[in-house]
């Protein structure tokens, strides 16, 4: 399944598609390395991960002359993009050093409450910024939101991302509440992450 905006802008696609994988992957490296790094690094490795483990079906992906130039991935039914699990992080790599990248992924765990869809993320290509793909994204969320009969949207936004928090205010996103984490800020780069919350409306469901 997939929707143009008639102006010969890239295609979403309601999944990501096979061999596309790495590519994915690396959007999301890009987008989220430094918050990664401490768990996933070294950056070949950390990418390599993603990729393997990744939910081909909760992933919106953009794509323009036959590349991925952005990504949206979406956790329902206890499923994210982003995959892997403890026994995935200690086979890659090893028990003395996965235990600790173990703690590190933990502090990311967003579980959706009933009736929510909760955002893994959204990445665009650097090189595409700008052109409204990122905005398609979320609306394209919004839309598989409506269709499994959520009632909201919910994702979290770092304090050092004033960009991607704009988007997400453009398009409807409100926020709930921010917590404090300058013990993250050494270790991850931000001292605080905002909870925001979009409701899904009957606007937001297809025909």
């Known amino acids: 399944m997939g ?16 061999g596309a994988e790495a590519r994915v992957a690396a959007l999301y490296w890009e987008a989220f390395g430094r918050k990664l790094g401490p768990a996933l690094d070294p ?3 950390g990418r390599a991960f993603l990729a393997e483990h990744l939910h081909h079906d909760r992933g919106i992906v953009a794509v323009h002359g036959g590349e ?7 956790r329902l039914g206890g ?18 050093r996965g235990l600790p990248r173990l703690a590190v992924l933990a502090l990311f765990e967003r579980t959706p ?5 909760v955002m893994d993320g959204i990445a ?8 409204g793909i990122g905005g398609r994204l979320l609306t394209e969320v919004a839309a598989v939101a409506a269709e499994h009969r959520c009632h909201r949207v919910r994702l979290d936004v770092i304090d050092v991302n004033p960009r991607a928090r704009a988007l997400y205010e453009r398009h409807g996103f409100t926020a709930a509440r921010t917590e404090r984490t300058p013990y993250l800020r ?11 919350l979009r409701p899904v409306t009957p606007a937001d469901a297809r025909a």
């Open 113 to 117: 409450e009933p009736g929510e869809l």
């Open 124 to 131: 665009v290509d650097a090189g595409r910024r700008g052109l």
């Open 79 to 96: 499923r994210g993009l982003t995959g892997g699990d403890i026994g995935d992080v200690l086979a890659a790599y090893g028990l003395f």
């Open 3 to 18: 929707t143009t905006d008639g102006n010969g802008g890239p295609t979403l696609l309601r999944a990501v598609p096979a």
């Open 68 to 74: 991925v130039v952005g990504v949206a991935g979406y």
């Open 43 to 45: 950056p070949e490795a």
């Open 186 to 196: 050494t270790l991850l780069g931000f001292g605080a992450v905002t909870t925001m």
